[in-house]
């Protein structure tokens, strides 16, 4: 991989970007920004079963860390099963330890759908029907049921169990992310609405139970299922003949959106809805990284792309700094990790989570940079993915824009994490 030293110079305007995000930002000329947020996303199920795998996933961050990462997304579907493995919580103090000491941003992504829901609840009537003529890429995912009583309190109670582990900044409503069934059951079709409204709604519900129950914190939807340029397109989706188009009126503009389409007009959708996005681009390799950074100019022309995110799903971590250089990110000695996140992530210092939780925001987009932001972050785990029926959420980004086709690109590689031809044009550019 590349030697790239670290550096922070579009950081500058990004945090001041993100700081008039509320203000400044009536500017009618956007800020080209970098953006401050520099996450990588780790699949950490398998590593934190494991004794030492908090130690595995602290040594991944802070090797993020020295390429210039200031947060992880924490997938982590331990925390949607009822019963904790014996290390879990060993493991867990280990990575928030060392999250505090990188002063990495931490976002967990919860919420899931499909089998969790199943086997949490043993109700089968919490995800719809099996479709008859799955298409490949759906395997054995379970989708939930929109019109279920049980499913919010559900999340909710997983999401209470992670804030006392974890405490992070920010939660990642995973279950709305390539819905292909929809609006099947009998309970569904009694509601009289469509698959959008029942969705639109259902997101809605769920946004209230977090800022409830969590207040302050930066809550994330994956953009695809209320992405008019993604998998909200007018028509159908998959087995949903109606689709989702208008689902995204459940999104108020407070919600952060992870934007992992590759098409510029979905950039522009959210900027002129007002929401903050990170730009989740890099998956694989699978863009070739011209194309990669032509889409990164362009998006960085919008207001509110606050950031960046590496995704993998092949446990490949190789082209970390390459990915953070298209960004605009440049290294820069001295620059302490704290004074470079936006000020969508600067809340009080945190003495406990008790007095913190009364400082936190109620909304997302701050103009008043408070003190020192807190931190967390994640790791990584090579393997598997198909350790579970259902992987729930965020598998094959990108490629999945449409009606079932084009897809399993990163669905079906997913075992090891040789990475040899993936990225191979990501390696050490711009050095
Ligand atoms: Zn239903």
Redesign the pocket.
């Known amino acids: 991989m590349t030697t790239r030293r670290l550096a922070v110079t579009v950081l500058t305007l990004a945090i001041l970007f993100a700081a008039g995000h509320g203000a400044a930002a009536g500017d009618e000329h956007p800020t080209p920004t970098g953006g401050s947020c520099r996450w990588f996303m780790v699949e950490a199920d398998t590593m934190m079963e494991e004794a030492g795998g908090g130690e595995r996933l602290a040594n991944l961050c802070e090797r993020a860390h020295r390429d210039g990462y200031n947060g992880l997304l924490f997938w982590d579907s331990n925390l949607w099963a009822r019963r904790l493995p014996r290390d879990y919580m060993q493991n867990a103090r280990t990575l928030r330890r060392t999250l505090d000491r990188l002063h990495f941003t931490l976002m967990i992504e919860m919420c899931p759908r499909g089998v969790q829901m199943l086997t949490w609840s043993g109700d089968p009537s919490i995800v719809?029907p099996r479709a008859a003529n799955p298409t490949p890429e759906e395997r054995n995912y379970r989708y939930i049921?929109?019109?279920?009583p049980d499913v919010i309190p559900i999340w909710e109670e997983q999401i209470r169990r992670a804030e006392e582990i974890y405490h992070p900044d920010g939660w990642l409503l995973g279950g709305y992310d390539e819905i292909r069934v929809?609006?099947?059951?009998?309970?569904?079709?009694r509601s009289g609405k469509t698959p959008a409204e029942l969705l639109a709604e259902h997101v809605r519900a769920a946004l209230a139970m977090v800022r409830r129950t969590t207040p302050g914190r930066v809550v994330a939807v994956w953009n695809d299922m209320f992405d008019p340029y993604h998998n909200a397109k007018p028509g159908g989706y998959y087995h949903v003949r109606q689709g989702f188009s208008g689902a995204w009126e459940g999104i108020d503009k407070d919600v952060l959106i992870l934007n992992w389409n590759d098409r510029i007009e979905s950039y522009r959708f959210w900027a002129a809805r007002g929401n903050p996005q990170i730009f989740a681009g890099f998956y694989d390799g699978e863009l070739s990284r011209d194309k990669e950074a032509h889409l990164v100019r362009q998006a960085r022309a919008y207001p509110g792309v606050i950031g960046w995110m590496y995704t993998t799903w092949k446990a490949n971590f190789s082209v970390m700094r390459p990915y953070l250089a298209l960004s605009g990110f440049r290294p820069s000695p001295g620059t302490r990790p704290e004074s470079d996140l936006p000020a969508l992530f600067l809340k009080a210092p945190k003495p406990d989570a008790s007095q913190a939780d009364d400082k936190k925001q109620d909304s997302l987009p701050s103009s008043a940079p408070a003190a020192t932001p807190p931190k967390p972050d994640d790791t990584q785990s090579a393997d598997r993915k198909d350790a579970h029926d259902d992987m729930s959420t965020g598998n094959q980004k990108k490629g999945d824009n449409g009606m079932g086709t084009g897809d399993g690109k990163k669905d079906d590689n997913d075992s090891g994490d040789d990475d040899t031809d993936d990225g191979d044009d990501w390696g050490d550019d711009g050095e």
Not at 145 to 148: E, I, K, M, R, V
Not at 182 to 188: K, L, Y
């Open positions: 719809e049921c929109l019109a279920h929809a609006c099947a059951d009998e309970r569904c079709r």
